[in-house]
């Protein structure tokens, strides 16, 4: 039994078994020279030759939390420390936003693996804001911003504050990062220092 096979070369690997399950832990380079942690669990039933297989990917700018939200459960668990979290948890029966899509689909994962120039206009935006709101998911909201370019992409840095603040999801944090990351594209693009 062997892991979830990609593209990217495996720069370290472990693998255990436990009864009829399996993991293994592969840390793996991206094409942008950054890492992720592949984890992969699977699992085979008595009676049936197939194995199912679960996989999470977690990229190295996140790893630094996974960690230490790990070792913080962790801890809580050997010392005993463990309440009920019944009524916490929320149960999404149909996915929203991001997690609606598969994970190649998505905006960071797909720069990731494939560079930032084969995302869209709105996917790149998508990162810039990272969030949308509870009614439009940032990947509509970027659509929608585009949308309103209608095409002409050199119009977005001549956007004011308050004009990308009439977007719904968009406070002036958010204007204040696309407004800062257009100028910033604009000044290495123009190969200025200042």
């Not at 998911?137 to 911003?145: E, F, H, P, R, T």
Request: glycine share 6%; net charge neutral.
């Amino acid at each position: 039994m062997e892991a979830v096979k990609t593209k990217y070369p495996t720069l370290a690997t472990e693998s255990f078994s436990h009864g009829r399950k399996h993991y293994f832990i592969d840390v793996k380079k991206a094409a942008n020279e950054s890492h992720f942690v592949l984890i992969t669990s699977s699992e085979s039933f008595s009676n049936d030759p197939q194995r199912y297989r679960r996989t999470i990917q977690l990229w190295e700018e996140d790893l630094a939390q996974f960690v230490e939200a790990l070792s913080m459960v962790l801890s809580r668990l050997a010392y005993g420390e463990l309440e009920s979290q019944r009524g916490t948890m929320e149960v999404v029966k149909e996915p929203k936003g991001m997690k609606a899509l598969a994970e190649y689909e998505r905006p960071r994962e797909k720069l990731h693996a494939l560079g930032a120039r084969a995302l869209k206009a709105e996917e790149l935006l998508a990162i810039l804001l990272c969030t949308g709101t509870s009614e439009i998911s940032v990947l509509d909201l970027c659509k929608k911003i585009t949308r309103s370019l209608q095409g002409d992409l050199s119009a977005l840095p001549e956007m004011t504050a308050e004009q990308l603040c009439s977007f719904p999801g968009i406070g002036v944090a958010k204007a204040a990062t696309l407004m800062a990351a257009l100028e910033l594209g604009r000044r290495a693009f123009l190969g200025s220092t200042s």
